[in-house]
């Protein structure tokens, strides 16, 4: 386990509790979001529908993944992440889409600078205009995002089974759409 550092925010059991169902609702939303192949929608609808499962897909990724904010941070004060479910701190993967931290920086910076920010990396340097996305290599962390969070949950279960319960709601849909990957 990492310790928590001195400096770290801490919130309360309750505020954690309470926050559960938006952590479940990131989880519920990247896996309802699945389009089928084949299925005919305009491409503004498909854009729509990947970019919100991206944004999904970013913050589980850096709930899982990003340490716990420190008091001196203002602009991430209030941010949380998993290891505030556990008192003494957890050892968060260094990833979760993909095998690496590098792979993860990658696909978290393609999604910060395509859809969360306005960013002159949205400008199109490729001979295919308008841009589309490259969809396929990002929905392809989905799997490994969703598996990062099943962990986490187990290892809350072991710590604190009474927080688990919080994240069951999403559970059955993880484990769906890691057997139908």
């Known amino acids: ?35 089928p192949n084949g299925v005919d929608l305009t491409v503004s609808v498909r854009n729509a529908m990947l970019e919100a499962r991206l944004v999904h897909l970013r913050n589980l990724a850096k709930f899982l993944t990003d340490p716990r904010p420190s008091c001196d941070d203002v602009h991430k004060l209030t941010d949380l ?67 990062g969070f099943a962990e986490f949950v187990a290892k809350l279960h072991d710590a604190h089974p009474e927080r688990a319960a919080w994240f069951d709601r999403p559970g059955a849909l993880v484990a769906w759409a890691l057997d139908h990957r």
């Not at 310790?3 to 059991?13: E, K, L, N, Q, R």
């Not at 556990?86 to 990833?95: E, L, M, T, Y």
């Not at 095998?99 to 920086?105: D, L, P, T, V």
Request: aromatic share 6%.
């Open 81 to 147: 992440v998993a290891d505030h479910y556990f008192d003494d701190g957890w050892h968060a993967p260094r990833s979760v889409l993909g095998s690496s931290r590098e792979r993860q920086g990658k696909v978290l910076n393609a999604i910060n600078r395509r859809v969360v920010h306005l960013s002159t990396e949205r400008r199109d340097t490729s001979d295919v205009k308008p841009f589309r996305w490259d969809s396929s290599e990002l929905i392809d962390a989905v799997p490994s995002a969703l598996a």
């Open 1 to 35: 386990m990492t310790p928590v550092p001195d400096d770290a925010t801490v919130h309360s059991v309750e505020a954690l509790e309470d926050m559960a169902h938006h952590v479940c609702y990131e989880v519920e939303q990247l896996v309802l979001g699945v389009v």
